[in-house]
């Protein structure tokens, strides 16, 4: 946070025309996408094919919105799903009650639609922050017993499935810990800090923390963008971290053709050399702003409608020939819906959302087709709107 195809096309999503009934019952039964002819075995893993939900669309849509746009992302191929679990929503008052409304509806789309969800933890309470902004390091134990709570809702043996029996379980086995720790603005501390030193004294106990809570959830490791191996490394000298992550995580947003797969090899390559080769590694942001000549911003990272697709394409594939090597089996492109306005990862989108006052707007753009495309190949079949292979 980040060759033409067909013709942009838009639909519109009446707010309010669909209860939670007919929209569960419609995503059993809609297939958003044609089935072809004849289908190869599947050549990836479950969850292989990941999607971001992130930005505007989180937030200014509509239950209903929400729950076709998540059909139709399960549809598309997306077996996977990250998704932002706010922790300053949910326990404002340090002595008050956790609201879980906004996971619990998150996890209800999730598990409705077959998408295995990877909630990223981020953005302390005022009470947990060891400084003024919400993206100041938090409080590690405070921290830590958040993520406990998610580990016994939402896990196998957790409350909200014991009360949701109607929901189809699909409980949280993993959890990200913060985002690009390693960037100001997502890991705010003054300039003669060291980054690494307390993130992964973050990392280390919310590990310790979670494997006590439930050994078979897996902490992930934050995201790492730019220059991710250097970064590692320095990570794994100053923040001690080895023996603290489950996965390692890797935001290798590049131009450069090949250049996914190059900061791929390269960030395996520290794991190695730390004596984490066994560990798996998961891209858990993967795009290009579609921003190029629509901005005054000069970033040299940024295409077209048309070099997206291609991108998108490209770093897939070449992700795809070699994960078994990288030990790669999630790749989370970034991201389902983005308004095309302002900074440049706001043009990331599979699809440029709007909003008038009656109707969400969703155009689709060509990289939409390439992903659709490109999972349906490697899963061996279409999907219906709960990830089910359309028969």
Request: proline share 5%.
């Amino acid at each position: 946070m980040s060759a033409p195809g067909s013709p942009s096309r838009f639909f519109r999503v009446r707010i309010g025309t669909l209860t939670r009934t007919a929209a569960v019952v419609l995503a059993a039964v809609v297939v958003l996408v044609a089935p072809s002819d004849a289908l190869a075995a599947r050549s990836v893993p479950k969850g292989f094919f990941g999607m971001n939900w992130d930005q505007e669309v989180t937030y200014r849509t509509s239950p209903a919105t929400r729950s076709t746009q998540w059909g139709k992302m399960a549809a598309s191929g997306a077996e996977s799903a990250r998704a932002i679990f706010w922790w300053k929503d949910a326990q404002p008052k340090k002595d008050g009650p956790t609201d879980y409304r906004a996971t619990d509806a998150l996890v209800t789309l999730a598990a409705e639609h077959g998408l295995e969800l990877i909630p990223v933890v981020i953005a302390a309470p005022r009470w947990a922050r060891t400084g003024d902004k919400p993206f100041s390091p938090p409080n590690r134990g405070a921290y830590a017993k958040y993520l406990v709570k998610l580990v016994e809702r939402y896990g196998v043996d957790g409350k909200f499935w014991k009360k949701h029996t109607s929901i189809p379980k699909r409980p949280i086995l993993a959890l990200q810990i913060w985002n690009e720790p390693t960037l100001q603005y997502q890991w705010t501390i003054p300039s003669s800090k060291d980054w690494a030193v307390g993130y992964g004294k973050l990392l280390c106990k919310s590990h310790s923390a979670v494997k006590d809570a439930d050994h078979r959830v897996r902490v992930v490791m934050a995201g790492l963008p730019n220059a991710s191996s250097g970064d590692l490394d320095h990570l794994y000298a100053k923040g001690h971290v080895h023996g603290c992550f489950d996965v390692g995580a890797i935001h290798p947003y590049t131009v450069h053709k090949g250049g996914v797969l190059t900061l791929v090899k390269r960030y395996r390559a520290v794991m190695k050399k730390h004596g984490d080769a066994d560990k798996k590694l998961w891209v858990t942001e993967l795009g290009l702003p579609a921003s190029k000549g629509k901005t005054s911003d000069t970033s040299s990272l940024q295409t077209d409608d048309a070099g997206m697709a291609q991108f998108l394409k490209d770093s897939y594939n070449d992700l795809m020939n070699n994960r078994v090597k990288l030990r790669v089996d999630h790749v989370f492109f970034y991201t389902w819906a983005s308004v095309y306005k302002g900074w440049i990862f706001k043009w990331t989108g599979l699809f440029r959302y709007d909003r008038d006052h009656k109707n969400d707007l969703f155009e689709e753009k060509p990289a939409y087709q390439t992903y659709v495309d490109l999972a349906q190949s490697a899963e061996g079949c279409t999907k219906t709107t709960t990830g089910t292979c359309a028969r």
